[in-house]
């Protein structure tokens, strides 16, 4: 037999050294060697006389069909692509206090109180069983029958699990404060999550059990070291929202079963989570009366519309670099469309400090923003407000087209549903007849943009400076 050989690889770029040291020369990381020992390496590799053969299914052949369990929770059960699926592992992250440890236990009643699986556990690491129970009964949940265990030792967990009439869904309350005692290190260290999690993963496949794990997120963003558990997991959900704000999304990251640009919206109240049905109202709740700056923006998320107010303020500057903070948005995209409006359509911006504002704390992924970005910096600019009852959508080009996104449709519909009457939209593609494609925009009047200049011969061309703009009606198309 081999002598076993023993070799110090990075953990981070993997690069492979014979002895240990503090720092990894090929990537200039810090205690990142771990010791590996391969049994038989040599130039000959594995010998595959000891394996045993795989037997090979064909693609087209007969499967059993996964039966999803679904919660309930609409919001939850759409961004996790349909509901839970059976033997995966899926991840909760988000800040200490968001609200995870009540979406789960919400979602445990949920399951075990319509059914949806046979028995539903939630272990807490971080709370008495008397503490998860006050929580359930000020939610009104205390009746349904979910299992409850206060346990942070992983070697007792997985004996409890591994059982005939074990549970099909477990929750991990949180994965920080699990321990397996083959280690050494303190719970919440990147070796002990991870040999956490992994055993929680292999008992879930191996039993068709749904294991939910909650990980807080680290200062830097991160779950619990190098995004470790991201790798391990089927599905990576974050939970999210302002301090201030009571509403908070649930954004799938990664899903092995299901799409990532799904957003769920809800609100914390004192009796906890409610779904928010329809969020563009929630959003657009506290937009005042035209005033300049403002824009509402028809964005998508996922497969759902979703209408937002853009704000911005341009303020003479002190500074001598001018100041430009983001909230809720792409600071590089924001420096983008400044550039744009400065060099292709004239707008002075030296010395001006630019402030940009997704209102209700909301953050937007979409380059469609575009265009209501460059109208709210327009319209701060110019002081006139963006006509009232409006809705802008569209991405910009760096010699200042305008480009025409998808979904359109849909972002229409929603818009003439919440009583917008007007939209500033990028040019549609023309059909060889010279019409251009049907839209079912319905009573909503279209402004088509081809380039971001023609929005700022809008608010020119506006000098009631009400809204009710002449530059804006005289450049409407006849809408199909
Ligand atoms: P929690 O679910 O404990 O957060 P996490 O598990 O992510 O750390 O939520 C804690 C916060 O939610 C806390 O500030 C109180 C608030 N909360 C409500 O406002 N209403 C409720 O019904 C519940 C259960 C919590
Ligand atoms: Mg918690």
């Not at 800040?95 to 272990?123: C, E, F, N, W």
Request: include cysteine; charge should be positive.
């Amino acid at each position: 037999m081999a002598k076993a050989q023993s070799r110090f690889v990075c953990q981070q770029c993997g690069a492979s050294h014979p002895r240990w040291q503090g720092r990894c020369e090929a990537c200039g990381a810090w205690n990142s060697m771990v010791e590996e020992v391969s049994r038989e390496a040599g130039p000959r590799g594995l010998d595959a006389g000891k394996g045993k053969a795989l037997p090979f299914a064909r693609l087209d052949g007969a499967s059993t069909r996964l039966t999803r369990r679904a919660s309930g929770i609409a919001e939850f059960d759409r961004v996790a692509g349909g509901g839970l699926v059976p033997a995966s592992a899926l991840l909760v992250g988000g800040d200490p206090g968001i609200g995870k440890s009540t979406l789960l236990l919400q979602l445990a009643a949920g399951l075990a109180a319509r059914g949806a699986a046979a028995r539903v556990a939630y272990i807490s690491g971080e709370e008495a069983v008397d503490q998860v129970r006050m929580r359930a009964a000020r939610m009104g949940l205390e009746g349904a029958p979910v299992e409850l265990a206060a346990a942070t030792s992983i070697r007792d967990i997985l004996a409890s699990l591994d059982r005939p009439d074990g549970p099909e869904v477990v929750i991990i309350d949180s994965i920080q404060t699990m321990y397996v005692d083959s280690l050494e290190s303190a719970p919440g260290t990147v070796a002990q999550v991870r040999a956490s999690a992994q055993e929680l993963i292999r008992l879930a496949k191996q039993r068709g059990m749904t294991a939910l794990l909650v990980g807080h997120v680290t200062k830097e963003g991160l779950i619990a070291g190098p995004r470790v558990l991201e790798h391990m997991v089927d599905t990576v959900l974050y939970f999210e929202g302002e301090r201030g704000h009571q509403f908070r999304i649930l954004r799938a990251v990664k899903n092995r079963f299901g799409p990532t640009d799904e957003i769920g919206v809800f609100e914390m109240t004192d009796r906890g989570l409610v779904e928010i049905g329809n969020p563009s109202a929630l959003f657009l709740s506290e937009r005042e009366q035209p005033v300049s700056g403002s824009a509402v923006f028809a964005g998508m998320e996922g497969t759902r519309p979703l209408l937002v107010e853009i704000q911005a303020l341009i303020a003479p500057s002190a500074l001598a670099t001018p100041r430009r903070a983001v909230v809720g948005w792409d600071a590089a995209r924001l420096a983008m469309v400044l550039a744009v409006l400065e060099a292709r359509c004239g707008l002075a911006l030296a010395g001006r400090d630019v402030y940009l504002n997704v209102a209700g704390g909301l953050r937007i992924a979409e380059p469609a923003a575009d265009l209501a970005v460059a109208a709210a910096l327009v319209s701060s600019h110019s002081d006139r407000p963006v006509p009232a009852e409006t809705v802008v959508f569209g991405e910009i080009g760096l010699s200042g087209e305008v480009r025409a996104v998808n979904h359109m449709d849909q972002r229409l519909k929603e818009a003439a549903r919440l009583g917008f009457t007007r939209a500033i939209v990028p040019r549609r593609p023309r059909a060889r007849g010279g019409a251009a494609a049907a839209l079912g925009a319905g009573a909503l009047r279209l402004s088509e943009l081809a380039r971001l200049g023609e929005l700022l011969e809008l608010f020119a061309g506006d000098d009631s400076g009400r809204g009710n703009s002449r530059g804006l009606a005289k450049r409407t198309p006849q809408s199909a």
